[in-house]
């Protein structure tokens, strides 16, 4: 048996499955204080005897090869996780290897790897909730430079005549400062899901969020964009981005499968369940590789 964690800012999804990639068991588990859910998700996996555990985590979290605080959540907004190494601590706790991705890398994995989107050498996910993040699968991997992406704050082009001042403390014009979830409900003054279908928000949202993607087509080119994250659940958003994107894409170089915007960009297909079935992929492709390194 392996493990899943997809651990979370309101909820830490704990799953266990089979090496072959089956869910067999889910718990959802409440996001409190770090003293007081990670005893409550170790006591969920003492029931399993577990081969490793993979970890899908909100951040930012120190992901960095060889850095001494490895796994570390670092300037999260949430404080009281300040500093929490939760792929550690559940180490420790079970006593079987634990491994560690990003919250939007697990999602871009478990969709992929679980999906139903076909064999895919390349894959942007991108998820629009509280913030905004994007993880990219290519060839088996999920890409990290010298840190993980942080490609929701790629500066974007001001909706006309938008003069919100933008919820990114670090940013005045980024995608998460001017489209996230946060965004959303600071712009308003209501959360996203409060918002009537025809409200003047939902073309704003879609200006933004076909800026972001129009750059990343032409920054990565991958096979398939997936959209998920709770602003999503908009059911008239995603058809007027993919009108924006290939209004912006204005014909240049818009080859195959592109061209086919509406299978090309799409919602992910797993639910809430794409993180969780991501952090179990990630927990058995690295313990096989593991084994794969004597010594290691
Ligand atoms: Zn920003």
């Given at each position: 048996m392996f493990g899943a964690v997809e651990a979370g800012g309101t909820k830490f999804v704990c799953a266990v499955g089979t090496e072959e990639g089956e869910l067999v068991d889910v718990r959802e588990l409440p996001t409190r204080a770090p003293g007081e859910t990670l005893p409550l998700v170790a006591d969920y996996f003492r029931a399993y005897d577990l081969q490793a555990l993979g970890v899908g985590s909100f951040?930012?979290?120190?992901?960095?090869?060889?850095?001494?605080?490895?796994g570390m959540l670092t300037s999260t907004p949430k404080l009281e996780w300040r500093g929490t190494n939760i792929c550690r601590t559940l180490a420790q706790e079970l006593g079987v290897p634990t491994f560690v991705l990003t919250d939007v890398g697990a999602a871009a994995l478990g969709e992929v790897m679980r999906g139903g989107h076909g064999h895919l050498e390349s894959c942007l996910y991108i998820t629009v909730g509280t913030g905004i993040g994007a993880a990219l699968f290519f060839h088996g991997e999920i890409f990290s430079g010298?840190?993980?992406?942080?490609?929701?704050?790629i500066a974007v082009r001001r909706a006309p005549n938008d003069t919100f001042q933008g919820a990114c403390p670090s940013h005045t014009d980024c995608l998460e400062g001017l489209a996230s979830g946060t965004a959303i409900r600071e712009r308003w003054g209501v959360p996203g899901d409060q918002l009537p279908v025809d409200h003047e928000a939902w073309p704003i949202e879609a200006h933004y969020l076909a800026d972001g993607v129009v750059n990343f087509i032409y920054t990565l080119y991958p096979e398939r964009m997936i959209l998920g994250g709770g602003i999503m659940r908009q059911p008239r958003l995603l058809g007027l981005v993919r009108e924006n994107v290939i209004q912006r894409l204005?014909?240049?170089?818009?080859p195959q499968p592109i061209t086919a915007i509406d299978e090309y960009l799409v919602l992910p297909r797993l639910g809430p369940l794409s993180g969780v079935y991501g952090a179990l992929d990630w927990a058995i492709r690295q313990y096989r590789r593991r084994l794969l390194v004597p010594g290691k």
């Open positions: 951040g930012p979290v120190d992901l960095a090869k060889g850095s001494p605080t490895f010298v840190a993980h992406p942080e490609m929701g704050h204005n014909g240049y170089h818009v």
